[in-house]
């Protein structure tokens, strides 16, 4: 294991600890509908879009291995004549599930700040970040200027679907003093509903407030929980973003079971028997062998 495997390796357990402790502080009372809840927050977001502007200035002349902290100023006065945020973003649908299984199209806004050199990762992913998050009023609940793994699906919603609009920067380079250089990493803000934050959780934020995360990405591992050899992000069967699939029915989600359809035979044994990068379907009825039990 080299020194980079050793230290992202310890960041990870520490976040996932962290992940943990946060998880079991509870919820403080039943969530509103989201279909009320939804609106009154869009117009919250979209009179703050038509209103502030944030520091393109400082980023347009900055060296692409420098990172920029991300600011965000109301358009006024000496202001008057920057671009409001609304003319730079572009909108998204995300899917919020509530406990009955009906789903609620969310609308965010993603600002891209800088395009990465790299690929982008999955909303399943495990990334290395710098980050921000601040409220409407543009108080700063959380950030960290040194990078941190963050596991994407232990995240909210919204930071996670900011992911995949991300691209990595190069392969790092060590410093003299030892530590990581990354150089063309991506950057992007995504402005969002507070469903896809923490909704009537009022530990960390004010219930029902809309988020703004601004994030830089440096890296990021493809996952795979169950060490079943299926990347995590293809064990979102129907594709609607929540991991609670489970074929087999067996309690056990499939991005957690390793024989996901429970035939004692192991996914990662006839997942791609044949090696051709492909799901094997012997029997060729269009489910997949580690998927169909006959
Ligand atoms: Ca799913
Ligand atoms: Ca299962
Ligand atoms: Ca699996
Ligand atoms: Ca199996």
């Given at each position: 294991m080299n020194k980079l495997t050793l230290f992202f390796g310890i960041v990870c357990l520490l976040v996932f600890a962290t992940a943990c402790e946060e998880q079991q502080r509870g919820f403080a009372e039943p969530p509103r509908d989201y279909e009320?809840?939804?609106?009154?927050d869009n117009d919250s977001l979209l009179?703050?879009?038509?209103?502030?502007?944030?520091?393109y200035e400082d980023y347009a002349t900055a060296d692409s291995s420098e990172r920029i902290t991300f600011d965000i100023n109301i358009i006024e006065e000496d202001d008057a004549d920057k671009t409001p945020l609304i003319d730079q973003v572009e909108q998204i649908n995300v899917k919020i599930?509530?406990?009955e299984g009906v789903y609620f199209d969310h609308t965010a806004y993603i600002l891209d700040i800088r395009e990465g050199v790299?690929?982008?990762?999955?909303?399943?992913?495990?990334?290395?970040?710098?980050?921000?998050?601040?409220?409407?009023?543009?108080s700063r609940f959380d950030e960290t200027t040194n990078p941190v793994w963050f596991e994407s699906l232990?995240?909210?919603k919204g930071f996670s679907a900011l992911?995949?609009?991300?691209?990595?920067?190069?392969a790092p380079t060590i410093n003299s003093d030892g530590t990581y250089a990354f150089d063309g990493f991506g950057s992007a803000a995504i402005f969002m509903p507070s469903a896809l934050g923490y909704y009537n959780d009022s530990?960390?934020?004010?219930a029902y407030?809309?988020?703004?995360?601004?994030?830089?990405?440096?890296?990021?591992?493809?996952?795979?929980?169950?060490?079943?050899?299926?990347?995590?992000h293809l064990e979102d069967l129907d594709v609607d973003d929540y991991y609670d699939d489970d074929t087999d029915n067996d309690g056990l989600p499939n991005f957690r079971d390793d024989d996901d359809d429970n035939d004692g035979i192991l996914t990662r044994e006839e997942y791609d028997a044949n090696n051709d990068g492909m799901a094997d379907d012997t029997d060729n009825d269009g489910t997949p062998d580690y998927l169909d039990k006959d």
């Open positions: 009320s809840q939804r609106a009154v009179n703050f879009l038509q209103t502030r502007f944030y520091n599930k509530n406990t790299g690929t982008a990762p999955t909303a399943a992913d495990s990334v290395f970040v710098t980050y921000k998050g601040l409220l409407l009023d543009l232990s995240v909210v992911m995949p609009h991300i691209k990595k920067a190069a530990r960390s934020v004010p407030s809309p988020l703004i995360f601004a994030v830089d990405l440096y890296t990021y591992n493809t996952t795979d929980h169950d060490g079943d050899t299926v990347p995590t």
